[in-house]
């Protein structure tokens, strides 16, 4: 299976703040790595596919990087509304795999 | 709009088997996408179950083999979940997604919250 590993698992930043979330893999995915934004009893929400492919509608704050093992996703300026669970998956190769999470707090 | 709806027992006994269906509003499932399961026990992260594809194909998460079924109702626009043996440790909330290739979960259904407890 294709391990994903975030970090950090939680962090808390202030409103207007950047936001960094790192995934790696076990091995290439190539960019086939989603994101995904959770709030509390809310399914997760579809950020970004692809690595680095905003969803429509998505906030232009949030932006995603990385080819390979390495990715990240990027919040520009940290908004109130962010606070949640944020989830990377790979779908490069079955098992599907999700890394188990980072959680952003307000400071 | 695409639309998602998990539906089922939310208690299951131990050693029986889970059943849940999703519905499907506003695309024919058998026309495209990839359709599947993810479930999330309290508190932790999220696990992939399986999915089945719109010709009918199926992938399964090793870590479920042998306890797990997804199949379609066309005629009910559904797909369901079928997970045998369950035990304490298969308590979660249900969820049900699309996906096409090369993409991720989108939509996603609202999520069922199925405990097994006797």
């Known amino acids: 299976d294709t391990q994903m590993t975030q970090s950090p698992s939680t962090l808390s930043a202030s409103v207007g703040d950047r936001v960094i979330i790192t995934c790696r893999a076990s091995?290439?995915?190539?960019?086939?790595l989603a994101w995904y934004q959770q709030k509390p009893g809310k399914a997760p929400k579809l950020l970004i596919q692809?690595?680095?492919n905003l969803q429509s509608g998505v906030p232009s704050r949030f932006s995603g990087s990385g080819y390979g093992t390495e990715f990240t996703l990027t919040i520009s300026s940290l908004q109130p509304e962010d606070i949640a669970t944020y989830y990377c998956?790979?779908?490069?190769?079955?098992?599907?795999?999700f890394g188990g999470g980072s959680k952003v707090e307000m400071k | 709009q695409v639309l998602l709806q998990e539906s089922g027992p939310r208690l299951v006994k131990p050693s029986e088997t889970l059943s849940l269906s999703c519905t499907v509003s506003?695309?024919?499932?058998?026309?495209?996408?990839?359709w599947g399961w993810i479930r999330q026990p309290p508190g932790e992260g999220l696990e992939w179950i399986g999915t089945?594809?719109?010709?009918?194909?199926?992938f399964y998460n090793p870590s479920l083999m042998g306890r797990v079924t997804v199949s379609f109702d066309t005629s009910k626009n559904q797909f369901s979940l079928k997970l045998t043996s369950v035990t304490a440790a298969d308590t979660a909330t249900y969820y049900c997604?699309?996906?096409?290739?090369?993409?991720?979960?989108?939509?996603w259904g609202q999520g069922v919250l199925v405990t097994v407890s006797s």
């Open positions: 997604g699309r996906r096409d290739y090369g993409e991720g979960f989108d939509p």
């Open positions: 506003g695309y024919s499932i058998g026309s495209a996408s990839w």
């Open positions: 089945i594809y719109h010709t009918g194909n199926t």
């Open positions: 091995q290439n995915i190539n960019a086939w």
């Open positions: 692809k690595a680095s």
């Open positions: 998956q790979q779908y490069n190769v079955y098992p599907l795999t």
